[in-house]
């Protein structure tokens, strides 16, 4: 079946906008709505399978509707578009349940992509939702080469086995998937290929240019992202491990600062932070450990705090 993708905006140009750029999209269906509330009375009455929705509407706001779709529709996925000044309404929709976003200023570069990486993880977590819970425990290490096409398999692989074991829940497949595939994302790209996050977003085509080009080409080709995964019950740990020159976290732009939301740089990092419940980097800032904790582990922490 067609998948089809809600675009939930009051501006009628923003949605045309939008509506062309998923049309590079295969087999896609795009249907629209102006503001939070129309867009509930379409997914009460046809299938959706994602929603893409601005944040600030007249009625009910991107905010609220994220909130009732947590609540009520907890399998669809929802990405925010995002403008300048939206910060803290964007961070608040995160925690809340959305399953990414994307800066208006970079919709041209990182929508198409977005929406397709979601779907496919969605569509994932729709078809293992009624897998058995038979394991007790994964360990596993993976060493990725300069190889872009074996991320999706190995977070579909992670995201499978942590909800067999009942780390995650319907809802939350999905946004651990992101911040999975975005810390590999940034070990590979950033840290063994040394690519600067900017270009990806300033000029795509030389971004995937030089991205072919180092994977074949020394040292680049040569370095391998060390993936350790422990995966059990009572949390999930990730070490993710690259060969770069790695970096200074506190020298990332916070992406929540006012001046600092149209930045590519930074974006990651908040996925990173906003979906896992602990992530920490090395002093080289080439390793990042992030952990997720299980519903009962996460019940126990919030009663001690």
Not at 4 to 10: F, I, K, N, R
Not at 72 to 101: C, D, F, H
Not at 196 to 216: M, N, Q, W, Y
């Amino acid at each position: 079946m067609m998948p089809t993708v809600l675009v939930v905006d009051d501006s009628a140009i923003d949605r045309h906008r939008v509506g062309r750029l998923l049309q590079r999209v295969p087999n896609l269906l795009v249907v629209f709505a102006s503001h939070g509330l129309e867009a509930l009375e379409s997914i009460a009455r046809e299938r959706i399978d994602l929603v893409v929705t601005d944040l600030i509407m007249p009625k009910m706001d991107g905010w609220e509707l994220v909130a009732k779709m947590t609540s009520e529709y907890p399998l669809i996925p929802v990405i925010l578009m995002t403008g300048q000044g939206n910060e803290q309404i964007a961070v608040r929709a995160l925690k809340a349940g959305a399953a990414s976003y994307v800066p208006k200023s970079v919709l041209a570069s990182l929508l198409v992509e977005t929406v397709e990486n979601v779907l496919e993880a969605a569509h994932e977590e729709q078809s293992e939702a009624k897998l058995m819970d038979c394991m007790t425990r994964s360990e596993a290490t993976f060493l990725l080469r300069a190889d872009p096409s074996m991320i999706p398999p190995l977070v579909n692989h992670l995201h499978r086995t942590m909800r067999m074991l009942g780390i995650c829940n319907e809802a939350d497949g999905v946004r651990v998937s992101v911040a999975l595939e975005e810390a590999f994302n940034n070990a590979l790209y950033h840290g063994n290929l040394e690519i600067g996050s900017d270009l990806r977003t300033s000029d795509p085509a030389e971004f995937h240019k030089i991205v072919a080009h180092r994977c074949e080409c020394e040292p680049f080709c040569d370095r391998v992202v060390r993936v350790e995964a422990r995966i059990e019950r009572a949390m999930a740990r990730f070490v993710i491990l690259d060969q770069g020159p790695g970096f200074d976290p506190i020298d990332v732009p916070d992406p929540t600062d006012f001046d600092n939301l149209e930045k590519a740089s930074g974006r990651g990092l908040l996925l990173m932070r906003t979906f896992m419940d602990s992530v920490e980097f090395n002093e080289q800032g080439n390793q990042v450990t992030m952990t997720k904790l299980g519903a009962d582990e996460l019940a126990g922490a919030n009663r001690l705090d």
